[in-house]
Nanobody, 121 residues
Framework: QVQLVESGGGFVQPGGSLRLSCAAS????????MGWYRQAPGKERELVAS???????NYADSVKGRFTISRDNAKNTVFLQMNSLKPEDTAVYYC???????????????WGQGTQVTVSS
C-alpha cells in the first residue's frame, strides 16, 4: 500500500559526511511523522531522528549537533544529513513513516528496506 525507498548509504571515513533520502509512495492520504532508525550488529534498533508534518524534530543524544533531519512534504520525502561521522554510527539505517492511507484512513507504520552506512578508516 505504501512503499518507502531509501538511498544514500555507503562507506565513508571518520569525519566524513553522507546524506540519506527516503521517498514514500503509494496510497498516501497524509504522512504524520517520518524518521530514521538504525540497527548495528548485535544491537537493538534505535531512533536516530524524527520529524512531524508540522516540523517538530527529535534527535537521539548521540547524533545531536552532527545529524540534521529535514523533509519535503510536497514530495513525501525525508532526508538525513550526517556530518562528522564516527565508527559507532556504522549500522543499517531504516526509514520509518506514520502514514494515513487512502484505504484505511488510519495511522499505519511503514519501514524502508534499510541502507548500510559504514564508517571506517
Amino acid at each position: 500500500q505504501v512503499q518507502l525507498v531509501e538511498s544514500g548509504g555507503g562507506f565513508v571515513q571518520p569525519g566524513g559526511s553522507l546524506r540519506l533520502s527516503c521517498a514514500a509512495s503509494g496510497s498516501i492520504f497524509s504522512i504524520n511523522r517520518m524518521g530514521w532508525y538504525r540497527q548495528a550488529p548485535g544491537k537493538e534498533r534505535e531512533l536516530v531522528a524524527s520529524i512531524t508534518s508540522g516540523g517538530s524534530i527529535n534527535y537521539a543524544d548521540s547524533v545531536k549537533g552532527r545529524f540534521t533531519i529535514s523533509r519535503d512534504n510536497a514530495k513525501n520525502t525525508v532526508f538525513l544529513q550526517m556530518n562528522s561521522l564516527k565508527p559507532e554510527d556504522t549500522a543499517v539505517y531504516y526509514c520509518n513513516a506514520v502514514v494515513v492511507t487512502t484505504i484505511s484512513y488510519k495511522n499505519e507504520f511503514y519501514w524502508g528496506q534499510g541502507t548500510q552506512v559504514t564508517v571506517s578508516s
